[in-house]
């Protein structure tokens, strides 16, 4: 499906996190829109970076796009941005995501995920009422399939699994999500809710699974796999969970939930030796990279599996994934070989890429390990 530029011509577009992996990709897409105004709210925390959007050393941003440095957890604010923006449409991306931090410091996911949503929900219900009750108003919240928690050999989630998440990154965005209902179900607000899969892509920060094993293999470093390394995860890139993301405001039913999936379901173990693999075809000097993989012990609460049952999206608005995790992989290892000055600069900011969330005596190794 390609994109309706008609729906979104002449629109405001409010992307919180939109200088963010998920938030700066639905910004860029939206730029092919002519005459669409964005308004991206961001914390600029660690995780943030403008250049996703302005490209590579550069500081202005298209007249087009202005840049609010908010946290969403200013509820007066936020208030204040929205009556800036004056936004059609609001995407809600902005999240702390990375499930070890979640382990280590709970009290910051809370704060966004949570009471973060919160402030936008009543912000933006002030300011939806505030016009009338505008019938093509939409407010679209991003979530995650870690809500559902962890399924067996078997079976997929769908819109109607009940909720379980294990983590407190999952519990805060299973919070998250119930907020958005309860605000459409009590005051008509006109939402929709997706959940996703595991992003990869270009410009991800390097805590994630694939950007720290490339990085790691690159250096020559040990690359640690929680515990078996069989856990599994449906894998989407980032390009197709935007493009689905917007065929859902686009077409989606008002107050329903749509799980977008592309049904490539991997190990971690099976991803980490794809990038070994396509390391030692650009590296070939540094191989056999396989040799790297370290077993090391498991993340406390680890799920085993998470599957998608993506029928819904793709009947209700002819949406399909278009990069097959192969061919999105190879793409995203040259880039992060070929754009080794972002990844360094993360570096001389602070990263490290050590380990979070190892908690308690039972966890002596002390090397970094990957996220979710």
């Not at 609010?68 to 604010?77: K, S, Y």
């Not at 280590?104 to 936008?120: D, I, Q, R």
């Not at 067996?152 to 407190?168: K, L």
Request: net charge neutral.
């Amino acid at each position: 499906m390609a994109l309706n530029k008609k729906f979104w011509q002449g629109k405001n577009v409010l992307v919180t996190g939109g200088a963010g992996f998920i938030g700066s990709e639905i910004v860029r897409q939206l730029q092919a829109v002519p005459d669409i105004r964005i308004t991206i709210l961001d914390k600029m925390t660690y995780a943030a970076d403008l250049q996703r959007i302005s490209g590579f050393g550069q500081i202005e941003l298209p007249p087009r796009i202005s840049v609010e440095q908010v946290a969403l957890e200013d509820a007066v604010a936020v208030q204040k941005v929205l009556e800036r923006a004056n936004p059609d449409y609001i995407l809600h991306s902005a999240a702390e995501s990375h499930v070890d931090r979640s382990i280590e410091g709970p009290s910051s996911f809370l704060e966004s995920n949570v009471v973060g949503t919160f402030n936008l929900l009543q912000a933006a219900l002030q300011f939806w009422e505030g016009k009338g009750k505008d019938p093509s108003f939409r407010l679209l919240h991003i979530s995650t399939d870690e809500v559902y928690g962890s399924l067996g050999e078997e079976g997929v989630f769908s819109e109607q699994s009940p909720y379980d998440p294990r983590s407190p990154y999952a519990a805060t965005k299973a919070a998250s999500d119930h907020l958005v209902r309860a605000w459409h179900h009590t005051y008509e607000m006109p939402v929709l809710l997706t959940n996703c899969g595991n992003n990869y892509g270009y410009w991800q920060f390097p805590e994630k699974l694939i950007p720290l094993m490339i990085l790691k293999s690159l250096k020559g470093e040990a690359l640690p796999l929680y515990g078996s390394g069989k856990q599994i995860r449906e894998w989407i890139h980032v390009s197709d969970h935007v493009r689905g993301l917007l065929a859902v405001l686009e077409k989606g039913q008002i107050g329903d939930t749509y799980l977008i999936g592309s049904g490539d379901e991997l190990e971690n173990r099976s991803v980490v030796e794809k990038i070994c693999e396509l390391m030692d075809r650009f590296c070939p000097e540094q191989g056999p990279h396989d040799r790297l993989i370290t077993h090391v012990v498991d993340r406390p609460g680890h799920d085993k599996r998470y599957a998608l049952d993506a029928k819904k999206i793709r009947r209700e608005t002819s949406w399909r994934p278009k990069v097959s995790f192969e061919d999105g992989l190879l793409a995203t290892v040259k880039w992060y070989l070929e754009q080794q000055k972002w990844w360094q600069g993360l570096e001389k900011r602070g990263y490290a890429g050590a380990r979070l969330g190892v908690r308690g005596s039972a966890f002596k190794d002390g090397r970094e390990l990957p996220g979710s």
